[in-house]
């Protein structure tokens, strides 16, 4: 299965009850952007979270796979499901989940996802543009996860995204525009692949404290 759009039905927020301290105070109005949240260095424990503070959060389906393993009983089938989640506008998140049906693999993986939020920084790292404007990154960022191995390296506006459908995804939920994609290692093992693009984006920050944040 290969990414799709869908609606999202995991989140309910009507019938949220914060069972930690930084819901509770969302809740209560006292922290009121998903900025607030990453510079206070709290951890998002519950995906309600993510959903109050970016209501336009949207969600994609990077892969389902099929995972068989060998247990006492036999063989056991569970599908594993990647999914991505951002706000097109400098948030992605990345999350798996299990579960013996579709749905409910898709349903945990997209509540990872938002556990997982992190911010991009964007800009426009390329030498050919420098126009300053956030289109790109800000600079060349790698990203390293199972034997996979990507670059971003910043591209003139107007370029578009040269990369693959995985990571076009990913990158367009992020809110970058214009890039080189450079990948080596297992690239066709999708899970491996989206990690790696996802690790990619954290680094935009890597080099940045967290007082840059809100800029
Ligand atoms: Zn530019």
Redesign the pocket.
């Known amino acids: 299965m290969t990414s799709r759009h869908r609606e999202k039905t995991t989140v309910n927020l009507e019938e949220w009850v914060p069972r930690t301290r930084l819901g509770k105070m969302i809740q209560a109005g006292k922290i009121t952007s998903i900025e607030e949240v990453f510079l206070s260095g709290m951890k998002i424990s519950e995906p309600q979270i993510v959903d109050s503070l970016i209501p336009d959060i949207q969600e994609e389906v990077i892969n389902v796979n099929l995972v068989q393993k060998q247990t006492d009983a036999g063989e056991k089938s569970r599908f594993k499901a990647i999914v991505a989640v951002g706000n097109r506008d400098g948030y992605i998140g990345l999350g798996s989940g299990k579960a013996s049906q579709v749905r409910n693999a898709i349903e945990k993986a997209a509540v990872s996802a938002r556990l997982n939020i992190a911010p991009v920084k964007r800009g426009?790292g390329?030498w050919e543009?420098?126009?300053?404007?956030p289109?790109?990154v800000p600079f060349q960022v790698e990203g390293k996860c199972g034997g996979v191995r990507v670059v971003i390296v910043?591209g003139?506006?107007g370029l578009g995204l040269v990369s693959s459908e995985v990571s076009k995804t990913i990158l367009g939920l992020a809110g970058v525009k214009?890039l080189w994609m450079r990948s080596y290692g297992s690239t066709r093992t999708v899970p491996s692949y989206a990690c790696a693009v996802f690790d990619a984006l954290k680094k935009t920050y890597s080099l940045i404290t967290t007082a840059d944040w809100v800029k």
Do not use: V, Y
């Open positions: 426009c390329s543009c420098g126009c300053g404007k289109h790109s910043p003139p506006r214009d």
